[in-house]
């Protein structure tokens, strides 16, 4: 099995200073580790009941449609404002200066429809939590959230308390 960290390459004071970067797009490129990630997130996720997988813009777009391929569901997309055509709704969360915002198309979940949320890192939770309320303000339930890699310092899990939280790779 492919050493998995050793195909993330780190990339120090990315997009600012202090801020170790980490770069999954060598990882995507070595077929072996591609492979092995989504295998492994399909057989972590194999028996659970998942009725749809969502994606958050934009490197969440990379895993999340393979693995809702791999485990036989449908995608769903999370963009930044403005860009789904058809009603929305939103939720605002805190970055570290200002707030940022998603949008998710309102009729994307049928009424208590399993959501599985897929992103790439887990870091502070900011986003991550924002998704499973805006999940839930459309009436889905959230079955899980699954990461590539989770940043343990930063404790973005006690943000997600009370979901089932699966990372593959710990920082
Ligand atoms: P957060 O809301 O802090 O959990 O981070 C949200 C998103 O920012 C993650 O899904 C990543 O795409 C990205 N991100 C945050 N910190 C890092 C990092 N150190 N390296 C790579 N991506 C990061």
Known sequence: MPDLKSLIRQIPD??????LFYDITTLMQDASGWRSVIDQVTAHYKSAPIDVVLGIEARGFFF????????N????????????P?????MEYALEYGTDKLEIHADAVQPGQRVL?????????????????????????????????????LKGRSKLDG???FSLLHY
Do not use: M, N, S
């Open 14 to 19: 990315f997009p600012k200073p202090g801020i």
């Open 64 to 71: 999340a449609p393979t693995l809702a391929y791999a485990l």
């Open 73 to 84: 569901t449908g995608f769903i997309p999370v963009r930044k404002p403005g860009k789904l």
């Open 86 to 90: 058809h009603k929305t709704a939103a």
């Open 117 to 153: 949320i897929f992103d790439d890192v887990l870091a502070t939770g900011g986003t991550a939590q924002a998704v499973a309320k805006l999940v839930e303000k459309i009436g889905g339930t959230v079955a899980g959230l699954g990461f590539v890699l989770e940043l343990d310092f």
């Open 163 to 165: 979901y089932d939280v």
